[in-house]
């Protein structure tokens, strides 16, 4: 195989020769315009590389424009692996030719250093150092620290993570905004860059210290840094542009910094580059410039190259390139089209989902409360975790029937109960059961919902269109109830959830209050008269009253609620549990069920990740009682690492709430077929067989810490 290189790569390949194979030949394309192979020179016609590969040189050493002619002519190619991240012109040239084309994103590192340099600098004031130096002048200075400053990184994509991870290591408080956030960027807190304009971005920028632009140029991007983002910043505070120059408007830019509102810009890139001479930003004293050079650290080019050989390997293996450009060209799914077509992984269900719902709505399914880090952390726990496979084991494909408080299911999947229903969709909770049961699971009641409990018991009944051959499968429904009424009324509800034909309760404790929701606070959404009370209808032409939780009663106890509890025969769980003596309580008092949860954070900010908190209570309880688990599942996976960490069962929240707003019961159960599917995925991946196979020894702490955490899987 001949591969096509510039002077430069081509000395990074031969630093490199064993990993490239014995088979393969370089083609050189030298600084001078010659190509040579084995140092002989050939010309066009003689070679015929099937692969090219250019290192960043090639944008600054002249031979460029050679390159590009090259590569235009070459019928033998097939793959070319850029060193550049974006999408260039070129590229579609090639594309249109059926040529594969990669980029390379090896500049987080380098970028990332660059803006901390810089806001160090900055705030060190490095520049007079060499004043006082010159004039020989003995003058301690004073500086800023970055430790307990706040910063905004819009894009929170490798080099916004990277740059996240350093700040948060120098003691900074990191918020990141990404359009499509994984969970996984190391940040404090993420807010959606849909809301950087809106209330909630405002108050951001008011509050940030140092705003770091890392995202791409994007119709939503472009121009984003405008006069009234530049208003809404902290006065004072520093704006650093690693993206792209149309991010930012220079004017407006300007504008800021001459006023005194904005102190330092600190720019490595611009709307027209290079920079023309005549540009007021090349003398402003408020703007810190470099010339578009903020990857140019020591160390990408030999990654650039690393990167070029774990591609050829797999461009050899016939597997998929990653950072293929035009590698989608799947046709856009219509929106009339079935929902199974429609949506094949659960975030476009999500991003359907946030374009439907009205901003304030969406803030209420999706937000938590305080700061939201209870949120966060339940998503960056399983990030803590990796799995640890086992090969060859000879396992079926996975058994993964369960039952939870007697409700027998095909998936130890539930939903989990949510107030909000008929803010989503008008089929409200009736669609949520339904699309449990036809999925051959069990959706639990939440109290709040717009039908009455009554109704709602026999929906599953009249769904009618449950899969024949998981028709068996579910022998119960089960009612949430909520701890706000006091103790008579508990007794009244308890009778009947049990005459309405409910199998079992889950008590949540959890919300003695509302959590301070930040976003809805905000939004002035006032729950109190957005939600629909189906089980309470007002009395006299007053609503009940749910804004009074907490206040119309004495304080629960688990006493109280254990002599409220032996009312009814029916088993409970008692869901909010976060540490062992709390389960052991809820033991004494007779559950059958401890449900591992902080509300989704949505109660007590601060609270653990419910993944951090699951081992001790499985440890405490588990061979006594059914532990169940929510909170930031997201993929089956997430799934799969909470039932080997102990749960009997995992339960999911907001993922449901998005399905039932973008297509009511076929969206809940795309949902939660999505997850199954992906659930039995990793289960046959990781070679278990069933539930029961499923422990510690699959799991290992990520990043593995060498081979005494490996041996033996998780021993915590
Ligand atoms: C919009 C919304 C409303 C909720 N309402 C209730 C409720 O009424 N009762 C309850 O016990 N939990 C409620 N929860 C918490 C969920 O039962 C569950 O603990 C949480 O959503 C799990 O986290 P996840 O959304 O990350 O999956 C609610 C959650 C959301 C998102």
């Not at 394309?29 to 960043?56: I, K, M, N, Q, Y």
């Not at 549990?577 to 559950?591: E, F, S």
């Not at 309880?621 to 995992?650: H, N």
Request: aromatic share 4%; net charge negative; charged share 20%.
């Amino acid at each position: 195989m001949q591969i096509l290189v510039n002077e430069h790569a081509g000395a990074l390949l031969d630093d490199r020769a064993e990993r490239l194979g014995d088979d393969v030949e370089l083609v050189r394309l030298t600084v001078d315009g010659r190509l040579l192979v084995d140092g002989c020179e050939r010309t066009r016609a003689d070679v015929a590389p099937e692969v090219a590969f250019a290192s960043a040189h090639v944008f600054t050493d002249g031979s460029g424009p050679e390159w590009l002619a090259l590569l235009d002519g070459l019928d033998s190619l097939r793959w070319l692996q850029s060193p550049a991240a974006g999408h260039l012109d070129f590229y579609d040239a090639l594309l249109a030719r059926g040529v594969r084309v990669t980029g390379a994103h090896v500049n987080a590192v380098p970028i990332a250093e660059y803006v901390m340099g810089a806001v160090l600098a900055n705030a060190q004031r490095v520049g007079e150092w060499a004043d006082a130096r010159t004039e020989r002048a003995w003058r301690p200075h004073q500086f800023s620290e970055i430790a307990g400053t706040t910063w905004l990184i819009v894009g929170t994509g490798a080099i916004g993570s990277a740059v996240a991870a350093r700040a948060r290591a120098f003691g900074a408080h990191v918020i990141g905004a990404r359009r499509h956030p994984t969970g996984t960027e190391p940040v404090h807190e993420m807010l959606d860059p849909a809301e950087l304009h809106g209330v909630r971005g405002q108050s951001v920028l008011g509050r940030v210290d140092v705003v770091v632009l890392a995202a791409p140029a994007t119709p939503q991007t472009i121009g984003l840094v405008d006069e009234a983002f530049l208003a809404a910043m902290k006065p004072g505070s520093v704006l650093v542009n690693i993206a792209r120059g149309a991010l930012v408007d220079e004017g407006a830019l300007l504008a800021s910094l001459d006023r005194g509102h904005l102190g330092r810009a600190i720019l490595d890139v611009f709307a027209t580059e290079p920079l023309p001479a005549d540009s007021p930003l090349w003398e402003h004293p408020g703007v810190v410039l470099t010339p578009h050079s903020s990857a140019g650290g020591t160390g990408r080019h030999a990654r650039a190259a690393e990167l070029f050989l774990d591609n050829l390997a797999r461009f050899r293996a016939g597997q998929p390139l990653p950072h293929e450009f035009g590698s989608s060209s799947q046709p856009e799914p219509q929106p009339g089209a079935p929902v199974a077509t429609r949506f094949s992984v659960l975030d476009e269900i999500e991003t359907e989902a946030r374009r439907r719902l009205d901003a304030d709505v969406w803030d209420f399914i999706d937000g938590g409360s305080g700061d939201e880090s209870t949120l966060a952390a339940n998503r960056s726990a399983f990030a803590r975790i990796t799995f640890r496979p086992r090969l060859l084991t000879g396992a079926p494909p996975p058994e993964t029937t369960t039952s939870f408080l007697g409700v027998a299911t095909a998936t130890p999947l539930l939903v989990a109960p949510f107030a909000g229903d008929s803010l989503l969709h008008a089929d409200g909770y009736r669609a949520v059961i339904a699309a449990a049961a036809r999925v051959g699971t069990v959706a639990i009641v939440p109290e709040v919902t717009a039908e009455p409990l009554e109704v709602l018991a026999r929906a599953d009944d009249r769904a009618g269109d449950r899969a024949d051959d998981r028709a068996d499968d579910r022998a119960g429904a089960i009612f949430q109830l909520s701890l706000r009424h006091p103790d008579e009324r508990l007794v009244e509800l308890l009778e009947r959830v049990a005459d309405a034909g409910f199998s079992a309760v889950c008590v949540t404790a959890d919300a003695p209050v509302v959590g301070v929701r930040r976003r809805d606070r905000r939004n002035r959404f006032n729950g109190a008269a957005r939600l629909t009370l189906g089980n309470f209808p007002p009395v006299d032409g007053n609503a009940p009253a749910l804004a009074g939780a907490g206040h119309t009663r004495e304080p629960m106890s688990w006493a109280r609620l254990g002599e409220v509890m032996a009312t009814t025969r029916l088993p409970f769980a008692v869901k909010g549990v976060l540490t062992a003596p709390d389960a052991r309580a809820a033991l004494d008092i007779g559950a059958a069920g401890v449900y591992v949860s902080n509300h989704g954070g949505r109660q007590l900010d601060g609270a653990p990740a419910t993944l951090d908190r699951l081992s001790e209570i499985v440890d405490e309880v588990g061979d006594a009682c059914e532990v169940a688990f929510d909170g930031g599942v997201r993929s089956g996976a997430d799934a799969v690492m909470a039932l080997a960490l102990g749960a009997r069962v995992v339960l999911v929240g907001r993922p449901v709430a998005w399905g039932l707003a973008v297509a009511g019961a076929d969206g809940v159960a795309r949902v939660l077929e999505i997850l199954d599917h992906e659930l039995r995925t990793t289960m046959a991946l990781l070679g278990v067989a069933d539930l029961a196979s499923l422990d510690r020894s699959v799991l290992q702490s990520a990043p593995s810490l060498g081979p005494a955490s490996t041996d033996e899987g998780l021993s915590t």
